[in-house]
């Protein structure tokens, strides 16, 4: 599986974003999958995470009621809604996939893409 983020950019504190991550594999629509993010100096964060069917979802607590996390299988492609940004967004995000273990373990996830930058201006 191959994962491409795109998305990210800069905006300003209380501005929305929305991500997308799209995949090539025709068994993406049986993973999970996930976003992470990693802000400089920092470890990589659990951000959220949806079942392959999408029927399931998870968040960070930070995030949660702001971001919201979707799947378009027919399209290969999850996307996380970002709104209410704060200056503590800012991060890279990845977005990366999973057959099974913890949700929020990023060893648990074998595919990653490069990462697109969010940048929240305060």
């Known amino acids: 599986v191959q994962l491409v983020e795109s998305g990210g950019g800069l905006v300003q504190a209380g501005g929305s974003l929305r991500l997308s991550c799209a995949a090539s594999?025709?068994?993406?629509?049986?993973?999970?999958t996930g976003w992470f993010r990693q802000a400089p100096g920092k470890e990589r964060e659990f951000v959220a995470a949806?079942?392959?069917?999408?029927?399931?979802?998870w968040y960070l607590d930070s995030v949660k009621g702001r971001f919201t996390i979707s799947r378009d299988n027919a399209k290969n492609t999850v996307y996380l809604q970002m709104n209410s940004l704060k200056a503590e967004d800012t991060a890279v995000y990845y977005c990366?996939?999973?057959?099974?273990?913890?949700?929020?373990?990023?060893?648990?996830?074998?595919?990653w893409g490069q990462g697109t930058q969010v940048t929240v201006s305060s």
């Open positions: 990366a996939v999973s057959v099974a273990g913890p949700i929020g373990s990023a060893a648990q996830y074998g595919y």
């Open positions: 594999g025709r068994t993406f629509s049986t993973y999970r």
């Open positions: 949806i079942s392959w069917s999408g029927g399931n979802t």
